[in-house]
């Protein structure tokens, strides 16, 4: 069983549309990130939300909105796309907000090629 | 803020040649560190940890040792492969919150 899935893996579509990116956890995890990959491989979080709720949000423009319906789900929704958004959107999910023990599980990763 | 500095990439070694991949950080409080490995095409794997000055982390015959007075958690293999091929990141995690700070990545190319 895969243990942080993401859909799709691949998402090509056109400036100035509306995408998500979904993303599952079966860990039975508190806490789910996002994290961007640029095209130099940076990493960077984004949001981090704690049992359903936002805890972290890094500067994100607000076209990206995420959303957590379940403790299980974390989802990202980019409204009007621009080109900058092309990258690699990693989802992660972790046993609680805190702690230095805190492992976090990445999910395989969305390549998002905006055009 | 919290920052981490490794080496530019990429590395490219001959298999079973000695790696160590350079791996400094500032932090105001006392941090955990990682190393992370990401496999052409897929997510980042944790690759090893250390939460305390002084400890040493170990995994798949990859170590490294959390130095607070250089602050630095340097990866090292003794004798690397070809399938060892992947970007390396280092990380850290300040002790309020798990969110994790990473590296540019450094891509490591093993050769036969």
């Known amino acids: 069983d895969t243990a942080v899935s993401q859909t799709p893996k691949y998402l090509v579509t056109q400036m100035g549309n509306d995408k998500s990116i979904k993303c599952e956890q079966n860990l039975g995890h508190d806490t789910m990130y996002w994290y961007k990959q640029d095209s130099k491989k940076f990493l960077k979080i984004m949001f981090s939300?704690?049992?359903?709720?936002?805890?972290i949000n890094e500067t994100v423009p607000n076209r990206f909105s995420p959303k957590s319906p379940d403790k299980a789900h974390l989802n990202l929704h980019i409204n009007s796309l621009e080109l900058g958004d092309s990258a690699v959107y990693f989802c992660?999910?972790?046993?609680?907000?805190?702690?230095?023990?805190?492992?976090?599980?990445f999910g395989p990763g969305t390549r998002l090629t905006v055009l | 803020g919290d920052s981490v500095t490794q080496m530019e990439g990429p590395v490219t070694l001959s298999e079973e040649a000695f790696l160590t991949i350079n791996c400094t950080y500032t932090?105001?409080?006392?941090?955990?560190l990682f190393w992370y490995v990401q496999y052409p095409g897929e997510g980042l794997q944790l690759l090893l940890k250390a939460t305390k000055a002084d400890d040493k982390g170990s995994n798949k015959g990859f170590e490294a040792t959390y130095r607070k007075e250089t602050t630095s958690f340097h990866l090292e293999k003794g004798s690397v492969q070809v399938s060892d091929s992947a970007v390396y990141f280092c990380?850290?995690?300040?002790?309020?919150?798990?969110?994790?700070?990473f590296g540019k990545g450094t891509m490591l190319l093993v050769s036969p």
């Open positions: 939300y704690n049992n359903k709720e936002l805890i």
């Open positions: 992660a999910s972790s046993q609680d907000i805190a702690g230095p023990y805190n492992e976090q599980f």
């Open positions: 990380a850290l995690s300040d002790r309020g919150y798990s969110t994790l700070t």
């Open positions: 932090a105001t409080g006392y941090p955990s």
